[in-house]
């Protein structure tokens, strides 16, 4: 069964300093990965997603992540943070053989000023 | 031009009661879901339809039913409440079904308070 682990449920950084949210995955075959951000209040809006194209994808309001099959991780990045991007954020994981999408627990993403 | 949207936003009722949230979808998506977003952020599915065909039903009481009048309406309805039921609930669309890699698109939930 697929699987997704979010390391970290809160995250703290510095305004303009990386945003590193680690996301690895549990598939026996090759995933879809998604990458979805969630501000109070909201429905979650889709960042960014990997379907077996170019394993760096690039997402939505600067951020970034990069597929490695061989560390079965999805990091998401963004090179300079902003107060903006405090929100949670949640990785995701489906393939072919299923017809729902796994969510991990989420990182709440806090912005230090 | 709201994509998935939901009624209420809020929704507060005391145990016992019936109640409904309906969903409707403007994106000509096939596929629409319900999501059920704990007090800890933690979100899993428990519904989705394909045009309006049940695919997946997940371990969920049978106080909880859904309905699909058409393919871009998708409601749930709850029986006999319970204070376990307070949660966020969303529904969402999708243009296939979650095999070929399409996103999700989220209404903006609905808050359910159970007292």
Same mark, same amino acid.
């Given at each position: 069964?697929?699987?997704?682990?979010? /390391?970290?449920?809160? #995250?703290?950084?510095?305004?303009?300093? $990386?945003? %590193? !949210?680690?996301?690895?995955? +549990?598939?026996?075959?090759?995933?879809? /990965?998604?990458?979805? #951000?969630?501000?109070?209040?909201?429905? $979650?809006? %889709? !960042?960014?997603?990997?379907? +077996?194209?170019?394993?760096?994808?690039?997402?939505?309001?600067?951020?970034?992540?990069?597929?490695?099959?061989?560390?079965?991780?999805?990091?998401?990045?963004?090179?300079?943070?902003?107060?903006?991007?405090?929100?949670?954020?949640?990785?995701?994981?489906?393939?072919?053989?299923?017809?729902?999408?796994?969510?991990?627990?989420?990182?709440?993403?806090?912005?230090?000023? | 031009?709201?994509?998935?949207?939901?009624?209420?936003?809020?929704?507060?009722?005391?145990?016992?009661?019936?109640?409904?949230?309906?969903?409707?979808?403007?994106?000509?998506?096939?596929?629409?879901?319900?999501?059920?977003?704990?007090?800890?952020?933690?979100?899993?599915?428990?519904?989705?339809?394909?045009?309006?065909?049940?695919?997946?039903?997940?371990?969920?009481?049978?106080?909880?039913?859904?309905?699909?009048?058409?393919?871009?309406?998708?409601?749930?309805?709850?029986?006999?409440?319970?204070?376990?039921?307070?949660?966020?609930?969303?529904?969402?669309?999708?243009?296939?079904?979650?095999?070929?890699?399409?996103?999700?698109?989220?209404?903006?939930?609905?808050?359910?308070?159970?007292?």
């Amino acid at each position: 069964a697929q699987s997704v682990t979010q /390391l970290g449920s809160h #995250v703290s950084v510095s305004e303009g300093a $990386l945003v %590193l !949210l680690r996301c690895n995955y +549990s598939s026996s075959v090759p995933p879809y /990965l998604f990458w979805y #951000v969630q501000y109070p209040n909201q429905g $979650l809006q %889709l !960042l960014l997603k990997y379907t +077996s194209a170019a394993t760096l994808v690039k997402g939505i309001n600067g951020f970034e992540a990069e597929f490695k099959k061989s560390e079965t991780s999805f990091h998401l990045t963004k090179p300079s943070a902003h107060m903006s991007d405090a929100a949670e954020y949640f990785c995701a994981v489906s393939d072919h053989r299923d017809d729902k999408i796994i969510f991990g627990k989420g990182t709440r993403l806090h912005i230090l000023p | 031009d709201t994509a998935v949207s939901q009624t209420p936003k809020y929704l507060v009722t005391q145990m016992g009661n019936d109640k409904s949230i309906k969903c409707e979808q403007n994106l000509g998506h096939d596929t629409m879901y319900w999501y059920k977003q704990d007090s800890k952020k933690f979100l899993k599915i428990m519904f989705s339809y394909n045009n309006k065909e049940l695919i997946i039903n997940e371990t969920v009481p049978n106080r909880f039913s859904p309905k699909s009048p058409d393919k871009a309406h998708l409601n749930l309805h709850i029986n006999s409440l319970e204070l376990g039921d307070s949660a966020v609930y969303f529904c969402a669309s999708s243009q296939t079904l979650d095999r070929m890699g399409s996103p999700l698109h989220f209404g903006n939930g609905t808050r359910l308070t159970v007292t």
